[in-house]
């Protein structure tokens, strides 16, 4: 699935185009998984009055097979422990796509995305990045984001996103807005590691006649690297892209 792609009338096409690959090269080939996710979740009504808190921390280690195992390490809802009552929903063995989710840099069959240039940058951790707007289709939902690339390496810093394709139902919630902000770490050797993300969103959940606002925060740490012969997403390139406009 090769990427539409346009550049800004400044830079010449293909400079941007290989920043672009750079960036879809690397996700595709190389994955970090966190060793530990601490991820705080906040639920608040249409006042804005807190009324459900949560804390999560995960353990993410090689499962069987090539598969990733989840842990739970512990549960908290409202400042009381529920570890036991939730280990039984949260404890899995998880391949590396259902962990990393869709991205805009590593489209699957039936996903398509489009991505230019936007003409602006920014220093990010003492890096010069260039910025870029795609929509991304999953076939489920179309998303719109801008990703913040740094300019020598391609490697993404910022990843801001939110699905356009709204309201929709997850399981008895409904979801009218959702929003994502990733941001990520170039280390001293020259990898991207996912540092923490923050979602936002608000649902209504009709069976209980709640409105409201769900704010989480998700923090990474002790990455770790999968590496799998037999990983079946591969690579597409952007060989075969073009450009319009």
Request: charged share 20%; proline share 4%; net charge negative.
């Amino acid at each position: 699935v090769a990427p539409v792609m346009t550049a800004g009338a400044e830079t010449p096409p293909r400079e941007m185009t290989r920043l672009w690959e750079k960036a879809a090269h690397y996700m595709a080939h190389h994955h970090w998984v966190p060793g530990t996710i601490v991820e705080h979740e906040n639920t608040f009504n249409l006042k804005g009055k807190l009324v459900e808190e949560t804390r999560v921390v995960l353990g993410l280690a090689p499962g069987d097979g090539n598969t990733i195992r989840l842990n739970l390490l512990s549960a908290e809802e409202n400042g009381k422990d529920v570890s036991l009552r939730a280990r039984s929903m949260i404890e899995s063995d998880v391949s590396v796509s259902e962990l990393a989710g869709d991205s805009p840099f590593a489209p699957t069959e039936g996903q398509t995305i489009s991505a230019h240039y936007n003409g602006h940058h920014r220093q990010l951790n003492g890096r010069e990045c260039s910025g870029f707007a795609f929509i991304f289709k999953t076939g489920e939902a179309t998303i719109e984001g801008t990703a913040w690339l740094d300019q020598k390496t391609g490697l993404p810093l910022e990843i801001h996103s939110r699905i356009v394709t709204v309201p929709f139902m997850q399981d008895d919630v409904k979801i009218t807005s959702f929003s994502e902000s990733e941001y990520y770490t170039i280390t001293d050797q020259g990898d991207c590691v996912l540092d923490r993300s923050l979602t936002e969103m608000h649902i209504a959940v009709p069976k209980l006649w709640f409105k409201g606002r769900v704010k989480k925060v998700r923090f990474c740490k002790d990455h770790w690297k999968y590496i799998s012969v037999n990983y079946g997403v591969q690579w597409n390139g952007l060989s075969a892209a073009h450009f319009t406009g």
